[in-house]
Structure formats: structure tokens, C-alpha cells
């Protein structure tokens, strides 16, 4: 017989989103519960590459109550860092995490929702999604990808340059991850960086402080009705931590224009000169984690559920965090996460008021 518990409200992901609302929701003293996939805490940051450095400081990668310490020795923690420090901060604020739970399906049922998991089902009168992109790597769709007989890999499965000593690499995409993956590995492999197009290196000075600065200002011109600001897509792509600066200025982060094929042993340029790799990593970023909520058909376009704030349009009592910028400025990074979990808490109070 499948058991089903009732709470107020249901937080699906406990990553740094999930968390974040879990604290504001708490300080609500709202009942609640958060069901994650994973085994151990720290979603996403658990799996990423081992040389993955933040693009700021930890005094601003912090979640609302409790600033991350400063590791030693490093400017920019890595995400081992991040991970002890989300693990620290559940404990903390002993947050009723369930795991590992996977969410297959929201459903309505009269004036509740219906979460249904593998273990089990909730009945909640609301919902926070905060489920990350982590889980749905994009690639790009690109000739001849399925006849390259080499090793081809999302950042998602990266891990060390040592697993590509001495072949010739192909590195694809001109956001961060792309950048910090093909520093990673200049040094050991032949590498070969593609970008889509010429890639733009924000100032040495600059780091991911000045963008939440600039993604808080492109959503108040917004909000104000005033001219669209260009928020971080304005200043650049991509941080110069210290590997990526090293890296560019020995002369090894030189990008080259995107291949037109993959073809069985490498790749074919814009003018037909063919070029054999051993490996094609994709660094193209990914979509949100969604699929838990098609049930409650509420998808708009670019897969994206439209929302007010992180208020779903269509189901006021579905909240959505992380994910982009389109659920809160900023809102899929440590820092930029607490507002936008604020709100959301505090939305979802008002509306269980109203119900009675
Ligand atoms: P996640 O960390 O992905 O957590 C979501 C959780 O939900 C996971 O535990 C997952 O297992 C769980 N989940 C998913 N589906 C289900 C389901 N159906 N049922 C139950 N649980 C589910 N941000 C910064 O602030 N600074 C940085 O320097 C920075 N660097 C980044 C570098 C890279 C390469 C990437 C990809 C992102 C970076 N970010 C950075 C952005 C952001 O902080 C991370 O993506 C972060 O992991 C997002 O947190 P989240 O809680 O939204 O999602």
C-alpha cells in the first residue's frame, strides 16, 4: 500500500534553491518538507568537475542567514567548498530534507496538490519547484554528431584533464563552464576551442559581484518600465578567475569559429579542411529541470513555465526557483537565490491565509 504524508508545502530539489526556501519558509513557520533525488546534500555542486572554481568570492556566494566561510587559501571556492557549506547549512537550520525522494509528477487534486515519487505521494496546498538545469544537458544539434567515433561528453560527465593527457581535444561553447574546462585542459591535451562566436572576457576586476549587480538592475529597469539595462549579457561571458586568465595569457585559450560537421574521426571547418580529435566535450549549457510538473500542463514558450515572480501564471500555488533569470534576477546563483525564496515563502504564507 503506498503511503500519503499532508504538509503545507512541498519543496522538490534540495539543492541551494531548495534551501533557501526551506529557510525563509521555516522562519514563516510554515510546515513543510523537501524532496530531493540525490543521496547527500549539496545538488549539483556534488558533481561537478574538479577544478570547478566559483565566479565570485564566498562572501558573496552566501544563502540568506549564514555567510559561506572563506576557504583557505582560495579567492574563488571550489565546489567541494560549496558542498560542505550547503551540507552545514541544512543541518543548521535542521531542514526536514527527505532523500533521496525523485518527484515523478504534480498533479491537482481539488484544492491540494498531489506529489507523486518513488516513495510514496504528498498532499500539499502548495509547491515550490527547485529542481536546477543540472540534469538536462543541452547539445546542440550538429551534423554528423552520431558518426564521430570518438568520446563526445557534456560538462556535466567532465571531470579531470587526466582523463584526456596527450589526445586532441575539442572543447565547444564560450560561456564559463567552456572556458574554465578548456583551461583545464591547455596545459596537458591538444586543445581545440570552438565558440559560436568570438569569446568575451569580462575585465580582470570583474566577477560574478558586478554581475548580480547588473542582473538586479536589468530586472528593476524592467520593473519600472524603463529601457532593458542588457544586465550581464552587457558586460561579457566569461570570468577571468585565476586558471582562465593564467591560461589566456600564456597564449592557450586562443577560440576558433564553430566546425560546420562531426564526421567519423573529427570535425570539418567552414572552408571543408577536415581535422581528427579524439574527444568533443560540450560546453552548451542546459535547460531546466521541468519534467515533474507536465502534468499540470502549464509550459509556454522556450519550455518555459510563465510566471509572475516565481509565481506559475496559470497555478497560483506553484512557485518556481533557480532555474534563470526568468524565475528572479539572478535567482539560479547562491547569492541571487534568497530574494526570490522570500518572496516565494512569503507569497505562499499570504495565499494559506487567505484560504483559512
Ligand atoms: P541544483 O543544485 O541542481 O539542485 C536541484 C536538486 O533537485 C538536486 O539535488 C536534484 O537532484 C534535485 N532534483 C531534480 N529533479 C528532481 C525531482 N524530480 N525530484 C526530486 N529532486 C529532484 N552559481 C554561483 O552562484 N556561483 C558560481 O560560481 C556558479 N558556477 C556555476 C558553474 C557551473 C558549471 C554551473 C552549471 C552552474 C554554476 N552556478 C554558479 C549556477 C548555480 O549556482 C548552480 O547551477 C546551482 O547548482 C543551482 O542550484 P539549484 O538548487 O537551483 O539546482
Known amino acids: 500500500m503506498t503511503s500519503i504524508e499532508h504538509t503545507q508545502v512541498v519543496v522538490i530539489g534540495g539543492g541551494q534553491a531548495g534551501l533557501a526556501a526551506g529557510y525563509h519558509l521555516r522562519r514563516l513557520g510554515l510546515d513543510f518538507v523537501i524532496l530531493d533525488a540525490q543521496a547527500e546534500p549539496g545538488g549539483a555542486w556534488q558533481h561537478a568537475w574538479n577544478s570547478l572554481r566559483l565566479f565570485s568570492p564566498a562572501a558573496y556566494s552566501s544563502l540568506p542567514g549564514r555567510p559561506m566561510p572563506v576557504q583557505t587559501g582560495e579567492t574563488y571556492p571550489d565546489a567541494s567548498h560549496v558542498v560542505g557549506y550547503l551540507t552545514e547549512f541544512e543541518r543548521r537550520y535542521e531542514l526536514p530534507l527527505r532523500r533521496p525522494v525523485r518527484v515523478s509528477g504534480v498533479h491537482r487534486d481539488g484544492r491540494l496538490l498531489h506529489v507523486e515519487t518513488d516513495s510514496g505521494s504528498w498532499q500539499a496546498r502548495a509547491v515550490i519547484s527547485a529542481t536546477g538545469t543540472w540534469w538536462r544537458p543541452f547539445l546542440p544539434a550538429v551534423p554528423g554528431r552520431s558518426d564521430f567515433r570518438g568520446r563526445q561528453l557534456h560538462t556535466v560527465e567532465y571531470r579531470s584533464p587526466h582523463d584526456f593527457a596527450g589526445q586532441k581535444v575539442i572543447v565547444v561553447g564560450g560561456g564559463n563552464s567552456g572556458a574554465q574546462i578548456a583551461a583545464d585542459l591547455a596545459y596537458e591535451s591538444e586543445l581545440t576551442w570552438v565558440t559560436q562566436r568570438p569569446p568575451r572576457f569580462l575585465a580582470d576586476d570583474i566577477d560574478g559581484r558586478v554581475l548580480f549587480d547588473s542582473a538586479t538592475a536589468r530586472r528593476r529597469a524592467l520593473d519600472e518600465g524603463s529601457a532593458d539595462t542588457g544586465g550581464v549579457a552587457s558586460l561579457g561571458d566569461i570570468v577571468a578567475i585565476p586558471p582562465v586568465h593564467d591560461a589566456r595569457d600564456a597564449g592557450l585559450l586562443k577560440a576558433s569559429p564553430m566546425f560546420v560537421r562531426l564526421e567519423r574521426d573529427g570535425v570539418v571547418w567552414a572552408d571543408g579542411t577536415m581535422m581528427s580529435a579524439d574527444a568533443v566535450i560540450w560546453c552548451t549549457g542546459f535547460r531546466p529541470a521541468l519534467s515533474h ?46 530574494r526570490p525564496a522570500r518572496d516565494a515563502a512569503r507569497e505562499i504564507a499570504e495565499l494559506l491565509r487567505a484560504e483559512g
Open 293 to 338: 510538473l507536465a502534468p499540470l500542463c502549464l509550459r509556454g514558450p522556450r519550455g518555459h513555465i510563465p510566471t509572475a515572480g516565481t509565481r506559475a501564471v496559470a497555478e497560483p500555488r506553484l512557485h518556481l526557483l533557480g532555474y534563470g533569470d526568468w524565475t528572479g534576477p539572478a535567482s539560479a546563483t547562491l547569492i541571487g537565490v534568497g
